[in-house]
């Protein structure tokens, strides 16, 4: 139990930064008028390629900063979907380390033309413009009002012009690193919390285990890409390790492993659930993730079948 804890702290700890800095990227945006329009590359024509690349990093925080974008409307819907399905966690780990290792070059290229194609279809269908707030936090302006005094006192000019200053800086402050930093806390103890439940669940040692459920994938192989796509959509690293280790096992096919590596989105789903008036939009991502996972594992299977046999 205490190994089951130790890992989750760790991978929750090393999500902490990217937590932080979507939420510094969140305040400038939504504050900052020329930030959020220099940031229009977030939900652009090369979002997708963008959110593809950045969700093939193998790195878990990922799909947290795209949920979180997502949910404040810096990005669409495809850009998140794009992230997600190019999500890898410890996929890359594992077959990085394996004899199996070159099954990655085409387990990632697939995932990231999936992602493309998936996000720029959906960000077309489902377009949202935009609109994050144009307030401008900027020095000048908060001490504009210092060049109307006219003829006032020097001296008392330049103290009221100090203590702007400083009550600027303190502004600042409170808006790029206190806020952020208190949100970024309280997701984490979310995160922390949720892997927990779902490591004590599914970790090698939890209570269902990590080789109950490679046994049961042994046991189902014809339904391989239906049931790795399902155990993907479980929101922790472990869902993705046991899923590639019963293909480094030979216990199930490269195309039922990538079903359940395009359908697992790391904690990021856990974040979208985590908005309780949006379940039904959630339910939806979950069920898309679930059919593309399915339907491209499949279509890899036969292929598979065809070439080999």
């Known amino acids: 139990m205490l190994d089951i804890i130790s890992d989750c702290l760790s991978d929750s700890l090393k999500m902490l930064p990217l937590i932080f800095l979507t939420y510094v990227i969140i305040e400038l945006i939504e504050r900052k008028a020329d930030f959020a329009k220099n940031g229009r590359f977030l939900t652009g024509k090369a979002?997708?390629?963008?959110g593809s690349l950045a969700g093939a990093f193998p790195q878990c925080g990922i799909s947290v900063m795209s949920a979180k974008?997502?949910?404040?409307?810096?990005?669409?819907?495809?850009?998140l979907l794009s992230v997600f399905i190019a999500t890898s966690d410890e996929a890359f780990s594992i077959l990085i380390s394996s004899p199996q290792r070159l099954a990655l070059i085409p387990l990632l290229l697939i995932k990231i033309v999936i992602a493309v194609i998936v996000g720029e279809v959906a960000n077309l269908i489902f377009h949202k413009k935009i609109t994050p707030e144009d307030e401008k936090f900027d020095h000048e302006e908060i001490c504009a009002h210092c060049h109307d005094h006219g003829t006032e006192d020097e001296d008392e000019h330049e103290d009221d012009h100090r203590e702007t200053r400083s009550h600027a800086k303190k502004l600042w402050a409170k808006r790029y690193l206190l806020?952020?930093?208190?949100?970024?806390?309280?997701?984490?103890?979310?995160?922390?919390a949720v892997t927990l439940v779902f490591g004590i669940l599914f970790a090698d040692n939890g209570l269902i285990g990590a080789d109950k459920l490679s046994a049961f994938l042994d046991s189902s192989k014809y339904f391989a890409p239906f049931i790795t796509s399902l155990i993907g959509l479980i929101p922790n690293c472990a869902s993705s390790a046991v899923i590639t280790s019963a293909y480094v096992r030979g216990a199930i096919s490269f195309g039922a492993m990538t079903?359940?590596?395009?359908s697992n989105a790391g904690v990021g789903l856990a974040i979208l659930f985590k908005n309780t008036r949006k379940t039904k939009r959630n339910l939806l991502i979950m069920l898309a993730l679930y059919l593309i996972g399915s339907?491209?594992?499949i279509i890899i299977s036969s292929l598979e079948y065809l070439f080999i046999f």
């Open 47 to 50: 979002a997708p390629v963008l």
């Open 295 to 297: 339907i491209c594992g």
């Open 69 to 79: 974008l997502y949910e404040r409307g810096i990005i669409g819907v495809g850009t």
């Open 259 to 262: 079903a359940g590596l395009i």
């Open 179 to 192: 806020i952020p930093l208190i949100h970024s806390l309280q997701t984490f103890a979310y995160v922390l």
